[in-house]
């Protein structure tokens, strides 16, 4: 067994577990049908409530290329930040255990980003989103292979992948552990989680490429537990993530390019459409006037009236709607509008789809 476990294995894969017992197996194993022979899971258990880490701490007893390891917190970031003290490979891939690659996939996205010299690789994903209807749809997330040699090659077609949704989260991709260390990331909520991490990571990057193929397959975000508490931090937390973006996009000098500022811009109005839904949704039991309150902060803020102002073309029919009581400052039609769109429309109202979440 010993002879298994290499000094340095050529990627980690980080999987994050909560409550998916039903799931975690298909997940690891989709790991092992790679056909790498040099690799380590490092899968961590964040207080699941089921059987998950029972089931993980088993297969690790009988392959000790399983790393398991327990949080007692259920948030991403400080299960990420718990792989990453423990990772060891060249490689890193993110993952959660409701997710699995496609056979042999992994291995060939391996091939393309060493044979590359990439800092990072972007791979295809098949999303899942559920209907209202407790049906799922499924969309591919791919762009044409391709490799982008220069600093202003990336920056210039980057608008491509935030339009997708594909920078914002950690998943389909494969990052390099030395950059990394090097840069000193970690994720951390305050700083915009997953999307604060990719954007330090990517701020001044040389190779960037892009591996068309679908190779890790996503199966429906589950909405963040929010507490009582975390409803009125919804706002900030909004105004967080559009003001990395613009930090960002004035360091490679595009917050003049029109193009680019749509993007980011239609982006943060789905998050405050998808945020008032939350607010408005029967899930959250706050008293009638704290949700009024939250939804005035919502909708009030300097970047919101803006971006509703001047956002031409809102990818999602929801937001579209949404825009006229922002614009209008109508805090009732805001509210009224979002409880309509969450009836008819589910819990993604707002987001195209619901990798947005992970964001």
Same mark, same amino acid.
């Given at each position: 067994?010993?002879?298994?476990?290499?000094?340095?294995?050529?990627?980690?894969?980080?999987?994050?577990?909560?409550?998916? !017992?039903?799931?975690?197996?298909?997940?690891?194993?989709?790991?092992?049908?790679?056909?790498? +022979?040099?690799?380590?899971?490092?899968?961590?258990? #964040?207080?699941?409530?089921?059987?998950?880490?029972?089931?993980?701490?088993?297969?690790?007893?009988?392959?000790?290329?399983?790393?398991?390891?327990?949080?007692?917190?259920?948030?991403?970031?400080?299960?990420?930040?718990?792989?990453? !003290?423990?990772?060891?490979?060249?490689?890193?891939? $993110?993952?959660?255990?409701?997710?699995?690659?496609?056979? %042999?996939?992994?291995?060939?996205?391996?091939?393309?980003?060493? +044979?590359?010299?990439?800092?990072? =690789?972007?791979?295809?994903?098949?999303?899942?989103?559920?209907?209202?209807?407790?049906?799922?749809?499924?969309?591919?997330?791919?762009?044409?292979?391709?490799?982008?040699?220069?600093? %202003?090659?990336?920056?210039?077609?980057?608008?491509?992948?935030?339009?997708?949704?594909?920078?914002?989260?950690?998943?389909?991709?494969?990052?390099?552990?030395?950059?990394?260390?090097?840069?000193?990331?970690? $994720? &951390?909520?305050?700083?915009?989680?997953?999307?604060?991490?990719?954007?330090?990571?990517?701020? &001044?990057?040389?190779?960037?490429?892009?591996?068309?193929?679908?190779?890790?397959?996503?199966?429906?975000?589950?909405?963040?537990?929010?507490?009582?508490?975390?409803?009125?931090?919804?706002? !900030?937390?909004?105004?967080?993530? $559009?003001?990395?973006? =613009?930090?960002?996009?004035? %360091?490679?000098? =595009? +917050?003049?390019?029109?193009?680019?500022? &749509?993007?980011?811009?239609?982006?943060?109005?789905?998050?405050?459409?998808?945020?008032?839904?939350?607010? #408005?949704?029967?899930? #959250? &039991?706050?008293?009638?006037?704290?949700? %009024?309150?939250?939804?005035?902060?919502?909708?009030?803020?300097?970047?919101?009236? =803006?971006?509703?102002?001047?956002?031409?073309?809102?990818?999602?029919?929801?937001?579209?709607?949404?825009?006229?009581?922002?614009?209008?400052?109508?805090?009732?039609?805001?509210?009224?509008?979002? !409880?309509?769109?969450?009836?008819?429309?589910?819990?993604?109202?707002?987001?195209?789809?619901?990798?947005?979440?992970?964001?």
């Amino acid at each position: 067994m010993a002879s298994m476990r290499v000094r340095t294995p050529l990627i980690s894969v980080v999987v994050r577990v909560r409550d998916h !017992a039903e799931s975690i197996q298909r997940a690891l194993e989709s790991v092992f049908a790679q056909g790498l +022979d040099s690799f380590e899971v490092v899968a961590v258990d #964040c207080a699941s409530r089921d059987r998950s880490a029972d089931i993980v701490g088993k297969l690790s007893e009988r392959d000790i290329r399983i790393d398991c390891l327990h949080s007692d917190t259920p948030s991403a970031s400080a299960a990420y930040n718990l792989a990453l !003290a423990h990772a060891r490979g060249t490689y890193i891939a $993110f993952i959660d255990g409701a997710s699995w690659f496609a056979p %042999h996939a992994l291995g060939d996205a391996l091939d393309f980003m060493q +044979d590359s010299h990439l800092d990072l =690789l972007l791979f295809g994903m098949s999303v899942d989103s559920p209907k209202v209807d407790g049906s799922v749809f499924s969309k591919e997330l791919s762009e044409p292979t391709q490799v982008f040699v220069s600093q %202003h090659e990336f920056r210039s077609n980057a608008w491509h992948l935030f339009e997708a949704g594909q920078m914002a989260v950690v998943s389909g991709k494969l990052f390099v552990r030395e950059r990394i260390e090097l840069l000193g990331l970690r $994720f &951390d909520e305050t700083s915009c989680g997953e999307q604060g991490f990719m954007a330090r990571y990517v701020r &001044d990057i040389e190779r960037v490429g892009v591996f068309g193929a679908v190779t890790v397959h996503v199966p429906p975000a589950t909405m963040p537990e929010l507490g009582q508490g975390d409803y009125a931090t919804l706002p !900030a937390r909004c105004d967080r993530h $559009f003001e990395l973006m =613009l930090d960002l996009y004035h %360091h490679w000098g =595009l +917050d003049g390019d029109p193009v680019s500022m &749509d993007v980011i811009r239609n982006r943060y109005l789905e998050r405050v459409v998808a945020c008032i839904g939350s607010v #408005c949704s029967p899930a #959250c &039991d706050l008293p009638p006037e704290e949700k %009024h309150r939250i939804v005035v902060d919502l909708i009030g803020s300097e970047h919101v009236r =803006l971006a509703a102002s001047v956002t031409k073309r809102p990818r999602s029919m929801v937001v579209s709607a949404m825009s006229i009581p922002i614009k209008a400052q109508n805090v009732r039609l805001a509210m009224g509008g979002a !409880a309509v769109m969450t009836r008819l429309f589910g819990a993604d109202a707002g987001l195209p789809l619901s990798l947005d979440r992970r964001a």
